[in-house]
């Protein structure tokens, strides 16, 4: 090596009497220095030069020039010619991080999404998920992806009835709507005279009342044609048909169905207002769903501004300021609900946890003190909400007070066994506390015995088995979430936790890499 140094200086520029991996070594010198004065396409000849020179057997240095030669394309934006150099370099360096970094960033820029992700899960995972940098484009990828995929995907599902056990909890979270509510007395007569066979008889008022029928029997799929019957034949029962439809539209999950309705219904002055204020709820949820925070507020204030004694407007306004980190406005939609309704348990419970929420944040021990009280209060007066269980749980949950929070969650399933998600919930809450897998997979797999279509079931058993290593099921129950999946947005999440252990698969068979287990 000294005598290398020697040659440097005595060799006039030719090198002659250098080993061909000096040589090449100080070609990428000479790369470097160009480098870092900013002259790119200089430094590129100069790593080109390095790899000539280079013995081929001598894979790490060849390696590192044609890194290099990247490191210049990428100043000059050449991303194909980018990820081309890292490719060499990682062909001959399989765990080379800087190039697989720099490769994950060209294939960004070049929009090759799956490819970007390989290459970056690869690099989490040698780096054991401790540099922040990579785990950051792991996370945009993984939601570009997502996001792409969703929209792809829900636009030509099939539509989904959710399960009966959904539909009936989503309806009593309405009750000043009108059309969740039973027939009245001189509805129903003509109701019986249709089930008797004279349906094309009976041309006043057909299709929403059989509709009506068809939803106390709990058979869902008929009620959206039967509605349109009724709008198609403009009949007196056109704004709650209307409504009727949206929802279940919603209900599928096609909120661009849902919303003509919904618009139509709102703009009806002669409509009853409680059809009206309902729909505004609606469309003001449906927008919250599509990260649409301040349309969603308007249709809200515009519901409370023309039914104000309308107890569903501030239990929905209040759940809606809830997920708007708004909980001072969310403790008086939920005072006001109470006031319209003192018998409302469910807002009495949602007032304790937004309260619970705002000392939480707060870390006011005193305060979180009193809500948890609170909600020792709400569960004595209301002891068959159950709801109520399920908020404090969750409170104790947070506070560690794990086995309280199972036992409020056991309540939960006396009074709802039917209820999946407390299942799941109950599940999650054995992982955290005792780290019990199968105790936790057991009580998942109840909750999809409950409900085979609990999106939220499969998506927490995904999780569980990435955790455990178990890649392959994982994905399948990914897969099986995404299939119900209830908005684009949750479509698009799933699909970014399921790409997520897909690239690790990908990852662990080219490389033999593994990320580490539970
Ligand atoms: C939503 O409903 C409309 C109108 O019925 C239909 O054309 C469209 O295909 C549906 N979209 C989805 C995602 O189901
Ligand atoms: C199940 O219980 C949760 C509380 O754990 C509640 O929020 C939800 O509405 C219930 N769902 C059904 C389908 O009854």
């Keep these: 090596q000294v005598g290398m140094k020697r040659a440097d200086i005595e060799g006039n520029g030719q090198l002659k009497c250098k080993s061909p991996l000096g040589r090449a070594q100080a070609a990428k010198n000479k790369g470097n220095k160009y480098f870092k004065a900013g002259k790119y396409e200089l430094a590129i000849q100069c790593y080109t030069e390095a790899i000539s020179l280079c013995p081929p057997e001598k894979n790490l240095d060849l390696s590192t020039f044609y890194q290099n030669r990247a490191a210049a394309y990428e100043q000059l934006q050449k991303w194909t010619e980018v990820a081309q150099d890292c490719t060499k370099a990682v062909e001959l ?45 792991a996370d945009k990828v993984l939601k570009l992806l997502g996001k792409e995929k969703a929209k792809e995907k829900y636009k030509n599902r099939e539509p989904l009835m959710p399960s009966p056990q959904f539909i009936k909890s989503y309806f009593s979270s309405f009750t000043d709507d009108i059309i969740s509510q039973p027939l009245l007395k001189g509805e129903k007569s003509d109701e019986d005279k249709d089930k008797e066979g004279e349906a094309s008889e009976v041309k006043e008022n057909s299709g929403y009342l059989r509709a009506k029928q068809y939803m106390e029997e709990e058979n869902y799929d008929k009620i959206i044609s039967e509605s349109t019957k009724e709008i198609e034949a403009k009949g007196k029962y056109m704004a709650e048909a209307l409504l009727l439809r949206a929802t279940f539209y919603l209900l599928i999950g096609n909120a661009s169905a849902a919303k003509p309705d919904l618009d139509q219904v709102i703009s009806m002055e002669d409509a009853n207002v409680k059809l009206r204020a309902n729909a505004l709820i609606k469309r003001g949820s449906m927008y919250m769903q599509q990260q649409q925070p301040a349309m969603s507020t308007q249709d809200f204030n515009m519901a409370a501004g023309i039914d104000p004694q309308n107890a569903d407007v501030y ?67 209301f002891p068959k909400c159950a709801e109520g269980y399920a908020l404090y749980a969750q409170a104790l949950t947070d506070q560690q007070q794990f086995g309280k929070a199972d036992e409020m969650y056991d309540k939960c399933i006396d009074l709802e066994p039917d209820n999946a998600t407390t299942y799941v919930h109950k599940g999650l809450l054995q992982l955290q506390w005792k780290q019990d897998l199968d105790k936790g997979l057991e009580l998942i797999s109840k909750a999809i015995e409950i409900d085979n279509k609990c999106d939220f079931a499969y998506e927490t058993m995904g999780t569980i088995e990435v955790q455990r290593g178990n890649l392959d099921k994982a994905i399948e129950m990914f897969n099986k979430a995404i299939n119900l999946a209830k908005s684009e947005m949750e479509m698009a999440h799933l699909y970014s936790l399921c790409d997520a252990a897909y690239a690790q698969t990908e990852v662990a068979k080219k490389y033999g890499l593994k990320p580490p287990t539970l």
């Design 93 to 137: 360096n399989p765990k080379y991080v800087k190039a697989l970094f720099r490769r994950a960033k060209a294939h960004e820029k070049l929009d090759n999404k799956k490819e970007c992700l390989e290459d970056v899960t690869a690099v989490c995972i040698l780096e054991a998920f401790q540099n922040q940098q990579s785990m950051l484009l």
């Design 315 to 381: 239990h929905h306004r209040g759940q809606l300021k809830i997920l708007l980190d708004q909980i001072e406005e969310a403790v008086e939609d939920f005072d006001e609900c109470i006031r319209l309704r003192p018998n409302s348990a469910l807002a009495q419970a949602q007032k304790c946890f937004a309260l619970y929420r705002q000392a939480y944040t707060g870390s006011n021990a005193l305060t979180v003190q009193a809500a948890m009280k609170g909600f020792e209060d709400v569960i004595k007066k």
